[in-house]
C-alpha cells in the first residue's frame, strides 16, 4: 500500500529544501513528502496522486509565488482533493489573500513566515489527525447506510421465514411424539449400560482387593525374614540400620496395602462395624504412646488431654487407630520442629455440638477428638480435596497425604461409615485442626457386631512403624559416636535432605571417611553452609522452603560459599532438568535411584579438582596483584585477600580481626575459605606473601637482609631468617647470593 502524500508549494528553494528535510524528519516514516516550485508543478504532482488513488491529508503552499498565487493553487487544490487540509505560508499579513483562501480552498490554517519549527509540525500533525478522522467518520456513514439498508431486506426476509417456521412447528410437533418413544429406547437401554458399568465397577473392587492380598503375602514374608535377620544375625551398625531401613518401609507399604483393602471392603459394601465395651481413654493412650519417640526426634511439643470420663464405650479399635493415625501422621509431617500438636478428646452429647445437632438424627453421646498443628495449614480453596482419593495437594511443596493419597480419603469415610462427622478449620499459616465425632454407644451405629471384651487389646498395625521410627535413635547414636572416632582433619560434607531415612542413609555410608553435617531443607542449608564452611555439599533438588536449585544459585553467588563443590540429587532425569541444575552452579548432577558407590566416587573427584584449584590459588600469592586475571568470586575474593595484606603488611596494628572484619567475614569463615583455597591457615597466608615479596626484595638488591626484614613487617631479622630458610630451604643471603651468580628467581626453592 502506498503512502499518504503531504504536498509542499514554495518558489524558494532555500526554504522549500529546509521545510522538506524538516517534514521528513518527522512525518517521513508513515507519508511520502512531495515538493513543487510553482503552481503549475504542483497541478501536475495532484493529478499524478489522483490518478493513482492515493490520499492527500495535507498541502502546504507560500503564498506569493510567480505566475499562480497560494490561494489560486489552494482553490484549484480543493475542486480535486475538497477534503484535503490546506495551510498557506504568507510573508505578510494579507488578509484579502487569506480570505479568498478560506472561501475558495476551506483553508485549514495559515501561517506568517518565518515560521516556527513546533508550531509548523503540531499544525501539520492535527490536520493529518483532522483529515483521518473526518475520512473515518465518512466511511463509517457509508457503513451505517448499508446496515440500514441491509436491516430492511433482513426484515423481509424473516417475516418469511416466520411463516415458513410456524408450518415447520406443526411439523416437529408430530415427530416430537415419535422422539418420545426413541428416548424411551434409549432409557432402557442406559439402565442395561448402568447395570454393566456397575458390574466393571464391582471388577475393578475386587481386583484392588485381590492384588492388595497378593501384596500382602511377600510383605509378610520379607517382614517375618528381617524380624528374624534382626534378632539372630544382624550385628553390623550398617548392616542393623540397612535392616531397619527397609522393615520400616515394608512396613509402609503393607499399611498402605491395608488401607487399599479397606477401601475395596467400603466400595463393595462388605464393610463391618466391629464394637467392643470397655476404656476408650485407655485405648487412645496406647495409640498416642508410639508417637512420643517420633515427638522427641522431631523436637515437637506432643500435648495430649484426654479425660477421665471417656471410659465406658463402644467402639471399633482398628478404625480408630486408622483415623488417628492418618491425621497425627499429616500433623507431624507439616509441623516443623520446637512446633505443637495437640490431641484433645472428650465424651460430648449431640445437643453440645453445633456442627452437628441440625444434621444428625442420632441423638446421643459422642467422642469428640480435637487434633491441631502449628504447621503451615492448608489454603482454602484446597481443603475440599485433600478428601479425594488419590489426590495429593501441595502444601509448601509437600503432599497434603502420605503415599497414594488414600489416607485421608480413608480417614474421611471411615467417619462417616461409623455415622460420624469430621470437620478442618485451617486458618491460613495458623496450622490445621481436625475434629471428629464418633458415636460411642450402640445404637449409635448400624451394621454392626459386637466382639468379646478380651479382644480389647487388638495389635497395633502401626506399631511396628512408629517402633522403627523410635529405633532410629539407635542409628543417629551410631552415626555421632563414628563421627567422635574419626580423625579430626578429614574433610566435611554437609548433607541437604529433607527426607529422614535418605538423609541418615547418605550419613551412615559417607561418615567412615568424612565428617558429616546434616540439613533438613534449603533453608537450613544455607544457614549451615555459612556457618561451617564445608568441603562439599549434596543437596536433594525437592525440598520445603527452598529448593535445590535455590540453594546452589545462593551459595555460589556469595564469596563466603562460591568455592563449595555441591552435588545434586534429584529423580528428575530430562535433560533439561540437568542443564538447569548445572547452569546454576552446581559441580555435578546425580539422578535418582543412584548407587553409594557411584556417589562416593563423584565426591573424590570433585575433591581431587579442588585440590588442583588450590594450587592455582596458591600460586597468585607469587603474581602482581594488577597481573591477576579475575573469572571467578573466588579469583576475585583471592585478589582483594592478597590486596589487604600487602597494604597492610607494615602495619603492626592490623590484626586477623582487622583481616576477616574487611573481607566481610567472621574469623572461621575466613580462615575455612583461605584453607579451602590454599591449604594454608590465615598466618600461614599473610606469613607466605611476607616471605614472597621478601624473595623480590632479594633478587632486586634493594637493601641489607635487616632492611628487607623490616619492610616485610618483620621486627626481629633473625626470626625472618628463620621463616625465609624454612619457606626457601636457604638463608635470606645465600638466596641472594644464588641469584646475583646465575639470574635464575627462586633457584634454592
Known amino acids: 500500500m502506498r503512502k499518504p502524500v503531504i504536498l509542499c508549494v514554495d518558489d524558494e528553494r532555500a526554504i522549500l529544501t529546509s521545510l522538506k528535510a524538516q517534514l521528513i524528519n518527522n512525518f517521513g516514516r508513515e507519508y511520502k513528502i512531495e515538493i513543487a516550485e510553482n503552481g503549475e508543478e504542483a497541478l501536475e504532482i495532484i493529478n499524478e496522486i489522483k490518478l493513482n488513488k492515493i490520499s492527500l491529508p495535507v498541502v502546504i503552499a507560500d503564498h506569493i509565488m510567480p505566475g499562480m498565487k497560494g490561494d489560486e493553487l489552494l482553490a484549484k487544490i480543493h475542486q480535486v482533493f475538497p477534503k484535503t487540509n490546506n495551510i498557506m505560508l504568507t510573508g505578510q499579513a494579507d488578509i484579502e489573500a487569506v480570505g479568498r483562501a478560506v472561501n475558495n480552498a476551506h483553508l485549514y490554517r495559515y501561517i506568517s513566515k518565518p515560521w516556527d519549527s513546533t508550531d509548523l509540525n503540531l499544525t501539520i500533525a492535527e490536520a493529518v489527525k483532522s483529515y483521518f478522522h473526518k475520512?473515518?467518520?465518512?466511511?463509517?456513514?457509508?457503513?451505517?447506510?448499508?446496515?440500514?439498508?441491509?436491516?430492511?431486506?433482513?426484515?423481509?426476509?424473516?417475516?418469511?421465514?416466520?411463516?415458513?417456521?410456524?408450518?415447520?412447528?406443526?411439523?416437529?410437533?408430530?415427530?416430537?411424539?415419535?422422539?418420545?418413544?426413541?428416548?424411551?429406547?434409549?432409557?432402557?437401554?442406559?439402565?442395561?449400560?448402568?447395570?454393566?458399568?456397575?458390574?466393571?465397577?464391582?471388577?475393578?473392587?475386587?481386583?484392588?482387593?485381590?492384588?492388595?492380598?497378593?501384596?500382602?503375602?511377600p510383605l509378610s514374608l520379607i517382614l517375618a525374614s528381617i524380624d528374624d535377620l534382626s534378632i539372630s544375625e544382624i550385628h553390623s551398625t550398617n548392616h542393623a540400620y540397612a535392616v531397619d531401613l527397609i522393615k520400616k518401609n515394608s512396613n509402609r507399604l503393607y499399611r498402605l496395602v491395608n488401607q487399599l483393602l479397606e477401601l475395596s471392603k467400603l466400595d463393595e459394601g462388605k464393610m463391618k462395624i466391629l464394637l467392643q465395651k470397655g476404656n476408650i481413654a485407655k485405648a487412645l493412650r496406647d495409640i498416642l504412646s508410639n508417637y512420643d519417640s517420633l515427638a522427641k526426634r522431631k523436637r515437637i511439643k506432643f500435648n495430649i488431654n484426654i479425660l477421665e470420663n471417656s471410659i465406658d464405650a463402644y467402639w471399633d479399635q482398628d478404625k480408630l487407630e486408622i483415623i488417628v493415625h492418618n491425621l497425627l501422621s499429616n500433623a507431624f509431617k507439616f509441623t516443623p520442629e520446637y512446633?505443637?500438636?495437640?490431641?484433645?478428646?472428650?465424651?460430648?452429647?449431640?445437643?453440645?455440638?453445633?456442627?452437628?445437632?441440625?444434621?444428625?438424627?442420632?441423638?446421643?453421646?459422642?467422642?469428640?477428638?480435637?487434633?491441631?498443628?502449628?504447621?503451615?495449614?492448608?489454603?482454602?480453596?484446597?481443603?475440599?480435596?485433600?478428601?479425594?482419593?488419590?489426590?495429593?495437594?501441595?502444601?509448601?511443596?509437600?503432599?497434603?497425604?502420605?503415599?497414594?493419597?488414600?489416607?485421608?480419603?480413608?480417614?474421611?469415610?471411615?467417619?462417616s461409615f461409623q455415622n460420624g462427622f469430621l470437620f478442618v478449620d485451617s486458618p491460613e499459616n495458623k496450622g490445621a485442626t481436625f475434629n471428629i465425632y464418633l458415636p460411642v454407644e450402640k445404637s449409635g451405629f448400624k451394621n454392626v457386631e459386637i466382639l468379646d471384651n478380651k479382644a480389647e487389646k487388638q495389635t497395633n498395625p502401626f506399631e511396628v512403624y512408629e517402633k522403627s521410627n523410635s529405633e532410629k535413635k539407635v542409628s543417629s547414636q551410631q552415626f555421632i559416636d563414628k563421627k567422635e572416632k574419626r580423625a579430626t582433619n578429614s574433610l566435611s560434607i554437609l548433607i541437604v535432605e529433607d527426607n529422614d531415612d535418605m538423609r541418615n542413609y547418605l550419613a551412615n555410608n559417607l561418615n567412615q571417611n568424612y565428617n558429616i553435617e546434616l540439613a533438613i531443607?534449603?533453608?537450613?542449608?544455607?544457614?549451615?553452609?555459612?556457618?561451617?564452611?564445608?568441603?562439599?555439599?549434596?543437596?536433594?533438588?525437592?525440598?520445603?522452603?527452598?529448593?535445590?536449585?535455590?540453594?546452589?544459585?545462593?551459595?555460589?553467588?556469595?564469596?563466603?560459599?562460591?568455592?563449595?563443590?555441591?552435588?545434586?540429587?534429584?529423580?528428575?532425569?530430562?535433560?533439561?532438568?540437568?542443564?538447569?541444575?548445572?547452569?546454576?552452579?552446581?559441580?555435578?548432577?546425580?539422578?535418582?535411584?543412584?548407587?553409594?558407590?557411584?556417589?562416593?566416587?563423584?565426591?573424590?573427584?570433585?575433591v581431587k579438582q579442588r585440590k588442583k584449584l588450590r594450587e592455582k590459588y596458591s600460586k597468585m600469592i607469587g603474581y602482581d596483584i594488577n597481573d591477576i586475571e579475575i573469572s571467578d568470586l573466588d579469583g576475585q575474593f583471592m585478589k582483594n585477600a592478597l590486596t589487604l595484606v600487602k597494604e597492610n603488611m607494615l602495619n603492626e596494628d592490623w590484626t586477623i580481626a582487622d583481616f576477616s572484619s574487611s573481607m566481610n567475614m567472621s574469623r572461621s569463615q575466613l580462615f575455612r575459605k583461605i584453607k579451602a583455597l590454599t591449604e594454608m591457615s590465615i598466618s600461614e597466608f599473610i606469613m607466605s606473601l611476607r616471605l614472597e615479596k621478601a624473595a623480590r626484595l632479594l633478587e632486586s638488591n634493594t637493601g641489607t637482609v635487616s632492611e628487607i626484614a623490616f619492610n616485610v613487617g618483620f621486627n626481629n631479622a633473625s626470626y625472618f631468617a628463620k621463616s625465609f630458610q624454612r619457606k626457601y630451604k636457604a638463608t635470606p643471603r645465600s638466596y641472594a647470593l644464588h641469584f646475583k651468580n646465575t639470574g635464575i628467581k627462586h633457584g634454592l626453592v
Open 339 to 415: 512446633g505443637i500438636i495437640s490431641f484433645k478428646s472428650n465424651l460430648n452429647h449431640s445437643k453440645g455440638i453445633p456442627q452437628i445437632n441440625s444434621a444428625n438424627p442420632y441423638k446421643g453421646k459422642y467422642l469428640s477428638i480435637n487434633i491441631s498443628d502449628s504447621g503451615s495449614g492448608i489454603p482454602s480453596n484446597k481443603i475440599d480435596k485433600i478428601f479425594e482419593r488419590f489426590e495429593k495437594v501441595d502444601v509448601d511443596q509437600k503432599l497434603y497425604s502420605e503415599g497414594m493419597g488414600i489416607g485421608l480419603a480413608l480417614t474421611k469415610e471411615l467417619v
Open 135 to 217: 475520512k473515518t467518520i465518512r466511511k463509517q456513514n457509508k457503513e451505517l447506510d448499508k446496515l440500514v439498508h441491509k436491516l430492511k431486506n433482513y426484515s423481509i426476509k424473516l417475516e418469511e421465514k416466520v411463516k415458513k417456521r410456524t408450518k415447520e412447528v406443526s411439523k416437529q410437533k408430530d415427530e416430537l411424539k415419535e422422539n418420545l418413544e426413541i428416548i424411551k429406547t434409549a432409557h432402557q437401554q442406559l439402565s442395561v449400560s448402568e447395570k454393566k458399568l456397575k458390574e466393571l465397577d464391582e471388577f475393578k473392587s475386587k481386583f484392588f482387593a485381590n492384588i492388595s492380598h497378593e501384596f500382602r503375602t
Open 521 to 606: 531443607d534449603g533453608d537450613e542449608g544455607i544457614k549451615k553452609a555459612i556457618e561451617i564452611i564445608p568441603d562439599l555439599i549434596v543437596t536433594d533438588l525437592m525440598m520445603p522452603k527452598r529448593d535445590g536449585l535455590s540453594l546452589c544459585t545462593f551459595l555460589k553467588e556469595d564469596q563466603r560459599t562460591s568455592h563449595i563443590p555441591i552435588i545434586i540429587l534429584t529423580a528428575k532425569a530430562s535433560v533439561e532438568n540437568k542443564i538447569e541444575g548445572l547452569q546454576t552452579g552446581a559441580d555435578d548432577y546425580l539422578e535418582k535411584p543412584f548407587k553409594i558407590d557411584e556417589l562416593r566416587v563423584r565426591i573424590e573427584n570433585l
